[in-house]
């Protein structure tokens, strides 16, 4: 935070410089009841109105803080032994603060310890699938396997030897929080000994150690539709970890990887393949099988095909996610050039040499994006 743009404390909590402790509290009890972020829920600026009178508060309310701050403003906070005069984790904590030292927890909803002890969902859990370039197009059900925890059986995931249930925390006494008194606020923070379960496992289950879960493999089946792409997730609704003290399981995420195929190369829903032609061929026109993702495709080629022309065959793509419809191939011609002719073909090209047209002019530009393109 930049010192300079900070508002002058005693302006925050409109109090005069030689206001009292009692005007002090007086002040920051009005604003903060004002600005509580409980009571504001849709509007940020009263959380800030209400950071910033915490701030300004635990400064005055504190002698030594005071007179620092007295003497050389902001800087005179800074860099002070205990780091930040004030630490911004503590506003995580106020609303219990303020339930309970003003006695109005029940108007803000949020009463004392009853929020620590919401229900916690499990973990979200990714697993990495590699698939085929046809398995992708066409769907497919994999059987997979996902290392996960379940919840212990000995023990029904409580952690403790069957018939010797778990005892209070003695460090919090089963509240799941300690309090902490700083000036006239009392902060609380999860117990660490029990981590804010406010009990303890006396005696572990010999099963799982006390933790409740062990880790299993989890087989399981997925179904992945026709369509889907490098980089697709699957959620399985429910099959991640389970959540803690009973807490509802869990997704999890199959992110799909598809292996390249040899010459199809896909782009959104449409495939793409090159096929090479001899000249001849190219100048006679033809008949040839192209491969498709099933059946081969006899695909008639027009005399006087040039190189890099293409042809589309309808519905020979993938198909939609969401629907029945099917993208294209698009079959591309590479007209290729004879190498090492024979001594015959070598006089049959100069025969046609003779007989056909010579036109080396330069072409005119954009003669590429002009090649033909033929529909099947
Ligand atoms: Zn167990
Ligand atoms: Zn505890």
């Known amino acids: 935070m930049n010192p300079v ?13 030689d206001a009292g402790d009692q005007d002090i509290k007086g002040a920051y009890r009005e604003l903060a009841k004002k600005f509580h972020p409980d009571r504001n829920p849709d509007d940020p600026h009263a959380e800030e109105k209400f950071k910033e009178a915490s701030e300004a508060y635990s400064v005055l309310s504190d ?17 002070a032994a205990g780091g930040p005069a004030f630490n911004p984790e503590q506003f995580a904590d106020f609303g219990d603060i303020l339930g309970d030292f003003f006695g109005f927890g029940d108007l803000f909803g949020s009463g004392g310890g009853r929020r620590r002890s919401r229900v916690q969902r499990g973990e979200d859990v990714r697993y990495d699938l590699e698939i085929t370039f046809e398995d992708a197009v066409f769907g497919m059900g994999a059987e997979i396997q996902v290392p996960r925890l379940q919840a212990c059986d000995r023990c029904r995931a409580t952690g403790s030897e069957p018939g010797s249930g778990p005892t209070t925390c003695p460090t919090c006494k089963g509240r799941g929080e300690v309090l902490y008194q700083q000036s006239f606020l009392s902060i609380r923070r999860t117990c660490s000994t029990c981590n804010g379960t406010g009990q303890i496992i006396r005696n572990p289950c010999v099963e799982c150690r006390g933790q409740g879960y062990r880790q299993v493999q989890h087989k399981l089946k997925v179904n992945i539709p026709a369509g889907v792409d490098d980089g697709n997730r699957l959620r399985l609704s429910g099959e991640g970890q389970p959540g803690p003290q009973g807490g509802p399981p869990g997704d999890l995420y199959v992110f799909l990887k598809v292996k390249p195929h040899a010459f ?8 793409h393949c090159t096929v ?6 190219a100048a006679l026109g033809c008949e040839i099988e192209v491969p498709t993702l099933e059946q081969p495709h006899k695909l008639k080629i027009p005399e006087g095909t040039q190189n890099g ?11 939609q996610l969401n629907g029945s419809s099917r993208g294209d191939l698009y079959v591309h011609m590479q007209v290729k050039m004879p190498t090492r002719l024979t001594r015959e073909q070598r006089k049959l090209l100069e025969q046609l040499l003779e007989t056909l047209p010579v036109d080396n002019r330069p072409a005119e530009k954009g003669l590429f994006d002009k090649v033909k393109d033929y529909f099947m």
């Open 309 to 319: 022309a293409q042809f589309r065959l309808r519905g020979k793509g993938v198909a």
């Open 264 to 271: 199809f190369e896909r782009r959104e829903h449409d495939l």
């Open 63 to 79: 002698a030594q803080k005071r007179a620092a701050y007295d003497r050389f403003g902001h800087a005179g906070l800074q860099g």
């Open 276 to 281: 090479p032609i001899n000249i001849a061929q």
């Open 5 to 17: 743009s900070k508002r002058d404390y005693y302006e925050v909590l409109g109090v005069g410089k």
